[in-house]
């Protein structure tokens, strides 16, 4: 994709303290797009390693790199919105910076989204072989039962960071930190559709995870009264349409 070209997709990184996982990250989804009109946006969260050096020296090599730079750390919601909010594609992708969702997964996310109905604003990705530790597996299959019970939201793995979804409808969203965990159940309370897909996920090779089984504990208690009570708050008019004068 040349400058001149206004992309499709958005591909939105967020990183915090990621050097030595974004770069090859990068390679990775201009391997992923190649051929297709897209940029790639990588919002460094105030990292405190060579995470946005190591960004901003591939800018030559990757013509669709884009960087953002927080100058305070607002964590990974904040940083997806600020990529979001700049982003010039109709079609967002998300991947988690950490380079545990494989790239090469992203296309067919996009191609499921852009062959669904508008009424379908997301296609999430499931991670079908978690490569994560016995104790984080166990407490996300309880998160996940928990939030799907009380929201009555239709996906299996919220926190999976592969994700496609029509930039219009996400900035319809109430902005929260946290949000990302609970894009499915907010897009439902919207109007609009989810559909989910099989994604490959790895082991994380640099660096170590942001979160910890209590502190995600902590944070949902808050996050799941907070998403139910937007719920319960929620009208929807049906099919809107303008009437002529005449």
């Known amino acids: ?10 591909v939105v990184v967020p990183v915090h303290d990621e050097a030595g996982a974004a770069g090859p990250l990068a390679r990775e ?9 897209y940029e790639m946006i990588f919002v460094d969260d105030a990292s405190r390693d060579t995470t946005l050096a190591e960004l901003q020296a591939l800018m030559g090599e990757l013509p669709a790199l ?14 997806v919105r600020s990529g979001v909010m700049v982003a010039r594609g109709s079609i967002i992708v998300t991947l988690d910076g950490d380079g545990q969702n494989p790239p090469a997964d992203a296309p067919k996310l996009v191609d499921a989204l852009l062959a669904a109905p508008p009424s379908v604003a997301l296609v999430g990705g499931r991670r079908a072989r978690r490569q994560d530790s016995q104790a984080k597996r166990q407490a996300s299959l309880w998160a996940n039962r928990i939030r799907k019970k009380l929201l009555r939201d239709d996906a299996d793995d919220t926190g999976c960071g592969l994700k496609a979804f029509r930039r219009e409808i996400f900035l319809r969203l109430p902005y929260f930190d946290h949000i990302h965990r609970y894009l499915p159940a907010l897009i439902i309370r919207e109007g609009f559709e989810n559909r989910y897909l099989d994604v490959d996920h790895r082991h994380r090779e ?10 995600r504990l902590m944070a949902s ?15 929807q008019p049906g099919v809107v349409r303008e009437v002529g004068t005449s």
């Open 66 to 79: 884009r960087v953002l730079g927080h100058a305070r750390n607002a964590g990974q919601s904040r940083a």
């Open 1 to 10: 994709m040349t400058s001149k070209e206004t992309p499709e997709i958005s």
């Open 221 to 235: 208690v808050s996050d799941l009264m907070g998403v139910m009570w937007l719920k319960s708050r929620s009208r």
């Open 29 to 37: 989804i201009a391997a992923a797009f190649a051929g297709r009109a």
């Open 206 to 215: 640099t660096g170590q995870s942001k979160y910890t089984n209590w502190g």
